[in-house]
């Protein structure tokens, strides 16, 4: 069935570094994909979302664009903060509409 | 602004019991799901309701029911408590399948 998967964690930065976290996926059809943030003790909230080939979904300074030659949505955000440590998911909605998610990366951000 | 609220926030259970946790919305979503969280498999999604009356299953079904009495509570049960139905659970909900899921604040649940 359709599916995402993401590199896993733990990824550990330092305040300013540039993030990528890689996502590809496997899917009949072209599904819309999304990409999610978990704070600690908090339930995942949208970060950014493509539903097209070629879109980029851009929010609080993350970006990821939909490639479909390289069926991928990596997220890049170019400077970190301490704030960015959460653990961060890659999702797609694919033909069924059951939104899957990838495992999961945690990203931990040092001053 | 309430959006998803989950109920309880936190249950020991022992092997072989029941419970029924509760999830409402109050935005008016079409969508709602059921996910549990464990570590290192991200969410995995145990059923999906497309509206009102209608479930479906997602890819770990087995060991709960679930219950889409109306178009704002989404309950699921679990009849028979294991210990490896510990974990956290997440309710989402959604104005149509497309669109951004909303998730609610988690219920931890521990098997005993």
């Known amino acids: 069935g359709d599916s995402v998967t993401q590199m896993e964690g733990p990824v550990t930065l330092s305040e300013e570094a540039f993030l990528t976290i890689n996502c590809t996926y496997t899917a009949t059809g072209y599904p819309s994909l999304f990409w999610y943030v978990q704070y600690p003790g908090e339930g995942l909230q949208l970060l950014l979302k493509?539903?097209?080939?070629?879109d980029k979904g851009s929010n609080k300074g993350f970006e990821a664009t939909y490639r479909k030659e390289t069926t991928s949505f990596h997220l890049e955000k170019g400077s970190v903060q301490v704030s960015d440590s959460a653990v961060y998911f890659c999702a797609l909605i694919p033909n069924d509409y059951k939104l899957s998610f990838g495992a999961g990366t945690t990203v931990t951000v040092r001053a | 602004n309430a959006g998803v609220t989950q109920t309880p926030k936190f249950q020991v259970l022992k092997t072989g019991q029941s419970m029924t946790l509760q999830c409402a919305q109050d935005m008016n979503h079409n969508s709602m799901y059921w996910y549990r969280q464990d570590p290192g498999m991200g969410l995995r999604l145990i059923y999906y309701s497309a509206s009102e009356g209608t479930t479906d299953k997602g890819e770990v079904p087995n060991g709960y029911n679930v219950s889409r009495l109306n178009k704002r509570e989404f309950s699921l049960r679990l009849e028979s408590a294991a210990p490896s139905q510990t974990s956290v659970y997440f309710c989402a909900s959604s104005i149509e399948a497309l669109y951004e899921a909303f998730f609610g604040q988690g219920t931890r649940l521990t098997v005993v």
């Open positions: 493509a539903t097209k080939a070629d």
